[in-house]
């Protein structure tokens, strides 16, 4: 079973930074897409960026400028700098290949406080 394991949660004031990252043991890891998600309190989870296998990168309207996603593949690593962060983006964080599939890791927690 592929095994995502994520890091670099925590709790941060409005304004501040965070660097997620995530080591993963899937196979062929530089032919798929890669994504970070959220999921905040009673809410589903979300896409928040992804970058695909050739480096091109997308993010939602709320991330984008803010945040930004890439990967390593030698090293099999995909990071999230998260910058002038907002209580907004409270929630945990996955990383996953994209589109994901069923089985996740355990997320790291990232809370902002105001």
């Known amino acids: 079973q592929v095994q995502f394991v994520e890091s670099g949660g925590g709790l941060v004031q409005s304004g501040g930074s965070l660097t997620l990252s995530c080591t993963t043991s899937l196979p062929g890891f530089q032919i798929f897409a890669m994504g970070w998600y959220r999921q905040a309190p009673g809410q589903e989870r979300e896409m928040v960026a992804i970058?695909?296998?050739?480096?091109?990168?997308n993010y939602t309207h709320s991330a984008k400028g803010r945040f930004t996603i890439f990967r390593d593949n030698a090293k099999k690593t995909v990071t999230l700098q998260m910058t002038s962060l907002k209580t907004e983006d409270t929630g945990r964080y996955y990383c996953?290949?994209?589109?994901?599939?069923?089985?996740w890791g355990q997320g790291t927690q990232v809370t902002v406080t105001s």
């Open positions: 996953h290949y994209y589109p994901p599939g069923t089985f």
């Open positions: 970058i695909k296998n050739d480096d091109s990168t």
